[in-house]
């Protein structure tokens, strides 16, 4: 295992740059996850932590060691890819025991390693099928078990569920959370999937256009948004976002609810929703339309749990209301979160 500081690094192709100093300390044993949408930088600042890509300008430390310049087989970390890259005509242990053979590892421990391997991943079984005979989630599992026989100090993960359906890839995520919690690698792991990301990181650094946005736990990044941009990108539906002079207000659909469901003297903003349609997903429902009365008019949503009384019908206008605690303030000119003393106050009763 290994502490891994990335040392202002950028990353510039002829006139493009994919990613623009970014300093990051990932801690020994830590999950953390690079995630934005495609184009951010973030596969491309985990290629050059693997060495596959040099940096225009900064450093890259594993361990004790400045790595910027040393070859990938000499950094001691392991990559799992969003193909497996599996060789097809090879068995799966003879596809696991490949980084020994290159090494020369002798027979004897070749085996050992393999097996050992093998069932941490839970596919001893299948150690005499070829990669085709075998299903998306095994092939994932069979090249981490590749990776795990280097005894690599970090493990570098580029988007390795991306190929598998809905249900798979919940279930490998908890499979995956569960092997880096026994083996205890530090791990860095890119995607785009929000879901993934909140699942799976210790923290969660949030990219956009080659640039660091947001570094922080899942639940620091989903209740306090750095901007504008993480708020809306982290959270499904995202933060409703409504524009009052030179603040803008976001506040989650989950916390936007009928009056009814508030406490009697609950601090709260009161707000007349006009709802246009109704999309019914089973354990919620989410409610499409307008705000009006305290804010100005615009589109939000409203996620309700089945479970909460709400009576308000498509085409209808019912009594909304928001706890001023979950209200979250940004800068209009610049959309960085503004700090709860610095709020300005929006024109409505504490209690109506």
């Not at 950028?10 to 990613?19: C, D, G, I, L, R």
């Not at 970390?77 to 242990?93: D, E, G, K, R, S």
């Not at 708020?231 to 009928?258: C, H, K, Q, W, Y």
Request: proline share 5%.
């Amino acid at each position: 295992m290994a502490r891994v500081e990335i040392r202002r690094i950028s990353k510039v192709f002829a006139e493009h740059t994919a990613v623009s100093d970014v300093d990051l300390v990932v801690q020994d044993g830590e999950f953390l996850v690079l995630l934005g949408p495609s184009g951010c930088g973030k596969s491309t600042l985990l290629r050059m932590i693997a060495g596959l890509e040099l940096p225009t300008s900064g450093d890259i430390v594993i361990g004790e060691r400045i790595a910027t310049r040393l070859q990938p087989k000499d950094r001691n970390v392991a990559m799992v890819f969003q193909n497996y890259a599996l060789y097809p005509h090879l068995t799966i242990y003879e596809n696991i025991a490949f980084p020994l053979r290159v090494r020369g590892v002798k027979q004897k421990a070749v085996d050992e390693k393999v097996r050992w391997a093998a069932n941490l991943v839970g596919i001893e079984r299948l150690l005499a099928r070829k990669p085709r005979q075998t299903s998306g989630g095994e092939r994932q599992r069979t090249a981490l078990a590749r990776s795990l026989v280097r005894d690599p100090d970090v493990f570098l993960l580029d988007e390795p569920l991306s190929n598998l359906d809905a249900k798979l890839r919940h279930s490998s995520r908890e499979e995956l959370r569960q092997f880096q919690d026994r083996v205890g690698v530090t791990s860095i792991y890119v995607t785009h999937d929000q879901v993934e990301a909140m699942g799976l990181g210790d923290r969660i650094v949030v990219m956009q256009g080659g640039s660091v946005r947001q570094v922080g736990t899942p639940e620091e990044i989903y209740l306090h948004p750095a901007d504008t941009f993480v708020a809306t990108f982290i959270g499904s539906p995202p933060m409703n976002l409504v524009t009052t002079g030179d603040t803008i207000l976001g506040f989650r659909p989950e916390n936007f609810l009928p009056e009814t469901n508030f406490a009697p003297g609950a601090d709260i903003m009161r707000v007349p929703f006009r709802v246009q349609r109704v999309e019914y997903l089973g354990g919620d429902r989410l409610l499409y339309g307008t705000v009006s009365g305290a804010l100005p008019e615009t589109s939000v949503i409203a996620r309700i749990p089945s479970s909460v009384a709400c009576a308000a019908a498509q085409g209808t206008e019912a009594a909304f209301a928001i706890a001023r605690s979950e209200l979250r303030s940004f800068s209009a000119s610049t959309g960085r979160a503004i700090t709860h003393h610095d709020r300005p106050s929006v024109r409505s009763s504490a209690h109506g």
